[in-house]
């Protein structure tokens, strides 16, 4: 629940009042050393949203007792979440870029996706 109240946060709201990103920033950056480097926000926001969706979905089928659609839901979120922490994978970044690439999403509703050499996602 908390978890999926986070991503209502970061999808819906702004990501500076997520309680996980706050101890992200001021705790978990500092004392490890990381250094802190610009993201773009659109794909995070995207990928927040689908963060939403997954943790809603897994309250629901966790609510209902089904089990296993809520074990591959959680699954699958614990790999992206991993993915995102070990290896710096994005996933849900990814598939904003292909919806762009696929035409689905307009490139320039993302004006924060351009690299500075001009390049997109």
Same mark, same amino acid.
């Not at 999926?4 to 999808?11: K, L, W, Y």
């Not at 702004?14 to 610009?38: C, D, H, Y």
């Not at 629901?60 to 089904?66: G, P």
């Given at each position: 629940?908390?978890?999926?109240? #986070?991503?209502?946060? $970061?999808?819906i709201l702004?990501? $500076?009042?997520?309680?996980?990103? &706050?101890?992200?920033?001021?705790?978990?950056?500092?004392?490890?050393? &990381? $250094?802190?480097?610009?993201i773009?926000?659109?794909?995070? $926001?995207?990928?927040?949203?689908?963060?939403?969706?997954?943790?809603?979905?897994?309250?629901?089928?966790?609510?209902?007792?089904?089990?296993?659609?809520?074990?591959?839901?959680?699954?699958? *979120?614990?790999?992206?979440? &991993?993915?995102?922490?070990? *290896?710096?994978?994005?996933?849900?970044?990814? =598939? &904003?870029?292909?919806?762009?690439?696929?035409? =689905?999403? #307009?490139?320039?509703?993302?004006?924060?996706?351009?690299?500075? #050499?001009?390049?997109?996602?």
């Open positions: 629940f908390i978890l999926a109240v #986070d991503f209502f946060i $970061r999808a702004t990501p $500076r009042f997520s309680l996980l990103a &706050f101890i992200s920033r001021k705790l978990i950056v500092p004392v490890a050393g &990381f $250094r802190r480097r610009m773009m926000f659109k794909p995070k $926001r995207f990928a927040a949203g689908i963060g939403l969706f997954m943790t809603g979905a897994s309250l629901i089928f966790h609510y209902y007792d089904i089990t296993f659609i809520f074990i591959v839901f959680m699954s699958i *979120l614990i790999l992206f979440s &991993f993915l995102e922490t070990f *290896l710096k994978f994005c996933a849900g970044c990814k =598939i &904003f870029g292909i919806l762009i690439k696929l035409e =689905i999403l #307009d490139e320039e509703e993302c004006t924060d996706c351009k690299f500075e #050499d001009g390049s997109g996602i």
